[in-house]
């Protein structure tokens, strides 16, 4: 079959064209190497591009017209796949980033309204609470002239704003205790993603044993917490909002192992993908003069000289700070790869796509593929200015994703992320202690690799 996409590359007899890679390996090792030069050198293919890790066939799709289509317009064909299914299913099990059909479909409709902007705007202040509460742990750092690590820092704040946003405050056992059993998960499912064939977690290898334990931590505290819920409590959180919730249909409530796994879902994805969008806006801020001189003479004008503690309603006024979280989003997109398996064959842009194929979706790639923008590697937060992207097509840039099964914390997400900024920026300056540009690390999530130490003064 030879078919011609949008923009004239085709499909050649063989197929569709990619790197031929090691006989055996395939790509593995190139893809292993460098994970973002390789994915984002398969744009010299064209619009799909084709390679082997292994004995797995991968189409990577780098136009957003094929993103449409896998997310949104064909998404029935496209699953989650035996491998992020084999990935995170361990932890999270039935919860919504791995749930699928009608068991996805029942746990969406009724976890989305508690995710509607309305309802996230009630954690405003919880969001500014956790900030100062860090500023104030910064203080003797501060003092001493020693640099904070910003990506550890972040780490802990957006897991103390989840664990208080699901739990209020009443997390039963030490606070610490669970946000390290959640820091080993998150490690372990980086971990996992650099060397794919490691043992299950049954097998007991020492980071098994301790990936069970840190489990066990949580789901002993989960199941704890609803437990005392369930003999009555009148808090207003995430949890008690999961647990009021009914089938439209049954009218039943979640039973304790649903909740449990969305509740570890929603730590999990809510978690680490937005301490790294905030790491890398505070670096790219710290790096650029003009926008962060931008930024301080907007929060001026919003807060004031005395600079008080931004709200949800300040929000709308941010713009050039919500223009930042944008564009730190397009250039670090926290979700930097994500991946579905071809139920039956579908057709992409010419290209066909065989029956239980994997096909990868990487927002780093179109978010700086030339096509769709100008000087794509350049910070330039005006290219998020109202009207700024009226002619891109929705597609090149997806940092949640799209069609049904789009993130359902954006809301959240961006409320935390300008609320953070404004807080922190409001009252001290970040510089990085090295000259050197920091380099992303593609894990998980995509992360300053080796940290980021920052010097903090007084704004
Ligand atoms: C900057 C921060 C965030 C980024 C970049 C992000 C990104 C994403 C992306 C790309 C997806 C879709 C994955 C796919 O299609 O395979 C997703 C799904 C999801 N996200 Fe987020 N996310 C962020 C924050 C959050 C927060 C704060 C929460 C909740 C507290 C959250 C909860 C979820 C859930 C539950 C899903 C699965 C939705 C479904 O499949 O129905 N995320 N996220």
Same mark, same amino acid.
């Given at each position: 079959?030879?078919?011609?996409? *949008?923009?004239?590359r085709?499909?050649?007899?063989?197929?569709t064209?990619?790197?031929?890679g090691?006989?055996?390996?395939? *790509?593995?090792?190139?893809?292993?190497?460098?994970?973002l030069?390789?994915?984002?050198g398969?744009?010299?293919?064209g619009?799909?591009?084709?390679?082997?890790?292994?004995?797995?066939?991968w189409?990577?799709i780098?136009?957003?017209?094929?993103?449409?289509?896998?997310?949104?317009?064909?998404?029935?064909?496209?699953?989650?796949?035996?491998?992020t299914?084999?990935f995170?299913?361990?932890?999270?099990?039935?919860?919504?980033i791995?749930?699928?059909?009608?068991?996805?479909?029942?746990?969406r409709?009724?976890?989305q309204?508690?995710?509607?902007?309305k *309802?996230?705007a *009630?954690?405003?202040s919880?969001m500014t609470?956790e900030?100062?509460?860090?500023?104030?742990?910064?203080?003797?750092?501060?003092?001493?002239?020693?640099?904070?690590?910003?990506?550890?820092?972040m780490?802990?704040?957006?897991?103390d704003?989840?664990?208080?946003?699901?739990?209020?405050?009443?997390?039963?056992?030490?606070?610490?205790?669970?946000?390290?059993?959640?820091?080993?998960?998150?490690?372990?499912?980086?971990f996992?993603?650099?060397?794919?064939?490691?043992?299950?977690?049954?097998?007991?290898?020492?980071?098994?044993?301790?990936?069970?334990?840190?489990?066990?931590?949580?789901?002993?505290?989960?199941y704890?917490?609803?437990?005392?819920?369930?003999?009555?409590?009148?808090?207003?959180?995430?949890?008690?909002?999961?647990?009021?919730?009914?089938?439209?249909?049954?009218?039943?409530?979640?039973?304790?192992?649903q909740?449990?796994?969305e509740?570890?879902?929603?730590?999990l994805?809510?978690?680490?993908?937005?301490?790294?969008? +905030?790491?890398?806006a505070?670096?790219?801020?710290?790096?650029?003069p003009?926008?962060?001189?931008? +930024?301080?003479?907007?929060?001026?004008?919003?807060?004031?000289a005395?600079?008080?503690i931004?709200?949800?309603?300040d929000?709308?006024?941010?713009?050039?700070t919500?223009?930042?979280?944008?564009?730190?989003l397009?250039?670090?997109?926290?979700?930097?790869?994500?991946?579905?398996?071809?139920?039956?064959?579908?057709?992409?842009?010419?290209?066909?796509?065989?029956?239980?194929?994997?096909?990868?979706?990487?927002?780093?790639?179109?978010?700086?593929?030339?096509?769709?923008?100008?000087?794509?590697?350049?910070?330039?937060?005006?290219?998020?200015?109202?009207?700024?992207?009226?002619?891109?097509?929705?597609?090149?840039y997806?940092?949640f994703g799209?069609?049904p099964r789009?993130?359902?914390?954006?809301?959240?997400?961006?409320?935390?992320?300008?609320?953070?900024?404004?807080?922190?920026?409001?009252?001290?300056?970040?510089?990085?202690?090295?000259?050197?540009p920091?380099?992303?690390?593609?894990?998980?999530?995509?992360r300053?690799?080796?940290?980021?130490?920052m010097?903090?003064?007084?704004?």
């Open positions: 079959m030879s078919a011609t996409t *949008s923009r004239g085709r499909s050649t007899p063989e197929g064209p990619g790197p031929r090691n006989p055996v390996l395939g *790509s593995m090792r190139d893809f292993q190497r460098d994970k030069g390789f994915i984002r398969l744009t010299r293919y619009d799909v591009a084709r390679y082997r890790t292994a004995h797995l066939t189409y990577q780098n136009h957003p017209e094929g993103i449409r289509r896998v997310l949104q317009e064909n998404n029935r064909n496209y699953g989650k796949g035996a491998l299914l084999g995170f299913k361990p932890v999270v099990g039935e919860g919504l791995t749930s699928e059909g009608a068991l996805w479909l029942r746990q409709r009724l976890i309204p508690i995710f509607h902007r *309802s996230v *009630s954690f405003g919880l609470e900030t100062l509460a860090m500023l104030e742990r910064w203080g003797p750092a501060i003092e001493a002239g020693e640099p904070v690590d910003v990506p550890a820092e780490a802990r704040l957006t897991l704003i989840v664990t208080g946003a699901l739990f209020h405050a009443h997390v039963g056992e030490e606070p610490e205790v669970i946000g390290r059993a959640i820091n080993t998960i998150v490690e372990d499912l980086g996992r993603f650099e060397v794919p064939f490691y043992p299950p977690h049954r097998v007991p290898t020492p980071r098994n044993r301790r990936l069970r334990a840190a489990m066990r931590t949580v789901d002993r505290a989960v704890a917490i609803i437990a005392g819920r369930r003999d009555g409590g009148d808090e207003e959180d995430l949890l008690a909002l999961l647990m009021g919730t009914r089938d439209e249909e049954t009218g039943e409530a979640m039973g304790d192992r909740l449990r796994d509740v570890m879902t929603l730590f994805a809510g978690h680490e993908t937005t301490a790294n969008a +905030l790491s890398w505070l670096y790219l801020i710290s790096t650029h003009d926008a962060e001189r931008r +930024l301080r003479e907007e929060l001026d004008e919003v807060l004031g005395d600079r008080r931004p709200t949800i309603g929000l709308p006024k941010l713009a050039y919500k223009m930042v979280v944008d564009e730190t397009r250039l670090y997109p926290p979700a930097w790869i994500t991946n579905r398996q071809a139920v039956a064959e579908d057709e992409i842009l010419g290209h066909r796509i065989p029956a239980g194929s994997f096909v990868s979706l990487s927002p780093y790639v179109l978010h700086r593929h030339p096509d769709f923008w100008d000087d794509p590697d350049a910070f330039d937060p005006e290219r998020f200015a109202p009207g700024q992207g009226n002619g891109r097509p929705r597609f090149a997806f940092p799209g069609g789009q993130c359902i914390g954006q809301s959240m997400a961006l409320v935390e992320a300008q609320l953070v900024l404004a807080t922190v920026l409001g009252r001290c300056r970040l510089r990085p202690t090295s000259d050197q920091a380099e992303a690390e593609a894990l998980a999530t995509l300053p690799r080796g940290g980021l130490p010097a903090v003064e007084p704004a």
